[in-house]
């Protein structure tokens, strides 16, 4: 199902005398259905926020999201949500775990342990029905967490870093189970990364944010047939290109709030090795 | 493990076995005199006695037992009726909490004990009264440690549950009920402590059946007797040991997932 972003605005309410801060500063993008769509920014940029509000956890200040023709307002179950830190119940056994939604979707025992079991072999994890969370890795977990969204069939999964915590090797490995597991069930993925080798690799567009305020700086189409070469030349330039990008906003955001008054635009970026500490300084 | 299983038992009872001869020793060659601490072979023949004649005489020991683990159980039991249901709404809701919070704040400090007269006045000497004060003592462990385990469980478990369509009763009873379960146990084990130092208190100051414990032991001390005296105290230490190795094999059981 498509998802939209339209404006999108979410500000804090400052503490005694300061005037709060806008965190989204009017993020717009879309997610076509069954698209991926990863996420791209420098880190405190708001990226959790902008998937918090998607997920209906967060109110947006302004603008608004919707899926199909459903404007979101609350948590619902069409949208999934995984985050870097395991969400799983500790005290729940692998399978159980993947049931939980099912359980709370109404679906009798004997069906929902099929579903079950059906998604663990999606992510490649036939075996390990009765196991704790504690007997599994890292990686192990983030399959399960994926089963566990996929088993009541979201529309939208929203994913938040949830690679980020992983060695090189399991987050690759993850990465292509991914791509795998949604080639058959077609969800639409709104995918947030710091990661730019993730981003290209993952993503049929990468949606680039820029400092905070945060807004969407940079679109790009990933036109790039799967499967995908990692280190081929095609994801290599539009690494290139997005690094770029990346580092130019780090330079904006620490001079950002001195050029205002002290420099002019143009002076912050000639020299972007010294100035902004000399800026910061005076 | 080398210090666990096979071992651990008799490793564990071997000090106390060496403190008892030790005790013994003392009292045969006069060290500790015999009215004031008497020896561990009179506290076990006084033991006996209450085994077998009963004290007072037709009182049996298991009777006395019986009552005094009936009250426990009986206001611990009502200490988690109410204690977990509201742990668990005041774990989740900060409007609740601050409702709630200057009550428990206030009644807290009061020993169970101060209750004695108001719960006399209010449901008279017997079981009653016992049990209600017992569940003074044992809601306030429970409750706040229930509200401190909702609240140790991380946001992003409860987002979750939310996400993947969870009902308000069942994120209670499949979110917040287990996750906060390892710190009510802690609370439960507390309360059954406070539960059994609050009882025989209670049943010094008189009980309607003639059966309790603390009854037994101010029996004990009307005839002078401190073998029976200490071998009372014995008998609750034993019982308090071997309710607290109940809950810990139920922990064990029930938190095999930590």
Request: glycine share 12%; net charge positive.
């Amino acid at each position: 199902m498509e998802l939209r972003v339209e404006g999108v605005e979410k500000g804090f309410p400052g503490t005694s005398g300061d005037a709060g801060r806008l965190i989204l500063g009017g993020v717009s993008f879309a997610a076509p259905d069954g698209g991926i769509v990863c996420v791209l920014g420098p880190s405190g940029c708001g990226k959790t926020t902008l998937l918090r509000i998607i997920a209906g956890l967060e109110r947006a200040d302004r603008g608004r999201v919707t899926i199909g023709d459903r404007v979101v307002s609350g948590t619902m179950r069409e949208i999934g949500y995984i985050t870097q830190e395991t969400t799983l119940l500790p005290w729940r056994t692998v399978l159980s775990n993947v049931e939980l939604g099912l359980e709370f979707a109404g679906v009798s025992p004997a069906q929902r342990r099929a579903t079950a079991r059906r998604c663990l072999e999606l992510v490649e994890l036939a075996g390990f029905d009765g196991y704790h969370l504690k007997q599994i890795s890292g990686g192990m977990k983030q399959k399960v967490a994926l089963a566990r969204a996929l088993a009541v069939e979201p529309r939208v999964l929203l994913m938040d870093e949830p690679f980020a915590a992983l060695d090189a090797q399991t987050r690759n490995a993850l990465q292509e189970v991914l791509l795998h597991v949604l080639e058959r069930t077609r969800t639409t993925v709104v995918f947030v990364t710091h990661n730019v080798d993730e981003a290209v690799f993952l993503g049929d567009r990468v949606v680039c944010m820029t400092a905070q305020p945060t807004r969407v700086g940079k679109s790009v189409e990933v036109r790039v047939p799967r499967p995908r070469d990692r280190t081929g030349p095609e994801l290599n330039a539009l690494r290139k290109e997005l690094l770029a990008f990346l580092a130019e906003q780090r330079l904006n955001s620490r001079t950002a709030p001195v050029e205002a008054d002290l420099q002019p635009p143009g002076a912050a970026a000639g020299s972007p090795g010294t100035l902004p500490n000399e800026a910061r300084a005076k | 493990m080398v210090s666990g299983g096979r071992w651990r038992f008799p490793l564990q009872l071997a000090p106390l076995v060496a403190a008892g001869l030790l005790w013994e020793a003392f009292g045969a060659a006069g060290i500790i005199p015999e009215n004031r601490l008497p020896p561990p072979s009179h506290v076990l023949s006084g033991l006996a006695e209450m085994v077998t004649r009963g004290l007072p005489p037709g009182s049996h020991l298991l009777g006395h037992c019986v009552a005094s683990l009936r009250r426990v159980l009986g206001g611990v039991v009502a200490a988690l009726a109410v204690g977990i249901p509201l742990g668990l709404l005041m774990g989740r809701s900060a409007w609740l909490r601050s409702l709630v919070n200057p009550f428990v704040e206030l009644l807290r400090p009061i020993p169970p004990l101060a209750w004695v007269p108001l719960a006399i006045l209010w449901l008279g000497i017997g079981d009653g009264s016992a049990v209600f004060i017992i569940f003074l003592g044992a809601f306030f462990p429970i409750l706040l440690n229930t509200v401190a385990g909702v609240r140790a469980i991380e946001r992003g478990l409860i987002e979750a549950a939310i996400i993947l369509g969870a009902s308000r009763r069942e994120l209670f009873l499949k979110v917040l009920a287990p996750g906060a379960l390892p710190a009510t146990i802690t609370g439960v084990r507390i309360a059954i402590g406070v539960g059994w130092m609050t009882l025989v208190a209670a049943e010094f100051t008189g009980v309607k059946s003639g059966y309790g414990l603390g009854y037994m032991i101010m029996t004990a001390r009307d005839i002078q007797r401190a073998d029976q005296i200490v071998a009372g105290m014995l008998v609750i230490g034993l019982i308090g040991f071997a309710m607290d190795a109940l809950i810990r094999a139920a922990e064990r059981r029930l938190l095999r997932w930590r």
